[in-house]
């Protein structure tokens, strides 16, 4: 499958009043065209701000982002026409998101009057066709944000990001601010759009549990880094990294098989440092339970441990360029 995504050597530095904040600090990864692959870490891991510069609301600092081979290492408003619409973004919090001044319609036609989409009888059909896509009635074109539920309107910034037939969504956190019993519907409801549309999707989220069952592959980040990255299985069946080992072992299982595949409890040690002055060598090196001598000096270079699997940690192998 080819990449319809390409990250090389990305960065995104903030220049603050307390320092220099290394939000993304040289990281690179590929994401196939259908495929999800989720971006996962704590907060301050630099999740988001990898999604922000891919989406264009930042421009690196350095770096390249190519979609379909073409660079876009550029912010938004220098992107061409054509690229914009093929990436679009659900945010976390639908209740910010959507402009509380305008309806339904009004919010779901606007990417397809941005973008010249139709004639005012196109769109109209296309807000009705979105609003049938994502199970809302069709008289919710003439409602307003607050008048519906929360994962309504998460359904609405869904209907939203599809307006446009995008290729890539970026998933930004899209079921963690809405109840437990409406999140498995908003999923599923993705993967079958997923399935139609043959879209790709960089899915950014905190819960790593959730990427069992959605990712096919799982990159884990922490500190502006990318520790470990695999295909869904193999990432949950043979994890590697410390830092991966320790978030495994806290999050919830829902079968023996799956108790039985995780890693002994480790408890992790201190908080996450901050990105303004991150310690030398293995960003992890502070918190992890099996750092050596060389963990504090030196940064750990990619290791590729089974076919598309890699490590960034000095316990293991023989390192690559990366
Ligand atoms: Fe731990 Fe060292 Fe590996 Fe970092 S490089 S995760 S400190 S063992």
Redesign the pocket.
Known sequence: MEPILEIKDLKKYFVTSRGTVRAVDEISFELLRGETLGLVGESGSGKSTTAYTVIGIYAPTSGKILFRGQDISVPVSKRPKTLKRAIQIVFQDPGTSLNPRRTIGQILELPLKVHRIGDRNDRRRRVVELLRMVELPEDYIYKAPHMLGGGERQMVAIARALATEPELVILDEPTSALDVSIQAKIINMLLDFQREMNLSYLFITHDLSLMRNVAHRVAIMYLGKI?ELAPAVEFFENPY???TKMLLSSIPVVSEEEEKMKPEKIISQGEIPSPVNPPP?????TR?????G???QEL?GMVRVREGHLV?????GKKEEG
């Not at 060598?281 to 090196?285: A, I, L």
């Not at 992890?288 to 050596?292: D, H, M, P």
């Not at 960034?312 to 293991?316: D, E, G, N, P, V």
């Open positions: 520790c990294h410390p830092y060598g293995c960003r992890f090196h992890c339970t099996e750092r050596n060389i963990c504090s750990p960034w940690c000095h316990l293991f």
